[in-house]
């Protein structure tokens, strides 16, 4: 089975909920909305992670600008 045809299951509470707000949607199926609403998170978590590693990398600049410039040993 292809990671495409996987299964995920979920509580039928939050599926009802879920069902409810595609009505007001232009999602055709829960599935589909699901899938919108987890790629966004996704993309979220990974853009947050990627400014993290750009803020640490300049922050390694600075520090060696300050070095070279006397101003931390």
């Known amino acids: 089975m292809s990671d495409e045809n996987k299964k995920i ?3 039928a509470p939050l599926y009802k909920r879920l069902k409810k707000r595609v009505t ?3 999602f055709e199926t829960v599935s589909k909305y699901v ?3 987890l ?4 993309a ?3 853009e947050d ?3 993290e590693d750009i803020s640490t990398e300049d ?3 600075v520090k ?3 070095r070279a410039l006397g101003y931390l040993d």
Do not use: A
């Not at 790629?39 to 996704?42: F, G, K, R, T």
């Open 9 to 11: 299951f979920i509580p």
């Open 24 to 26: 007001d949607t232009e």
């Open 35 to 37: 899938t919108y609403i």
């Open 39 to 42: 790629e966004e998170v996704l």
């Open 44 to 46: 979220s978590l990974e």
């Open 49 to 51: 992670e990627q400014e």
């Open 59 to 61: 922050e390694e600049k």
């Open 64 to 66: 060696e600008r300050l």
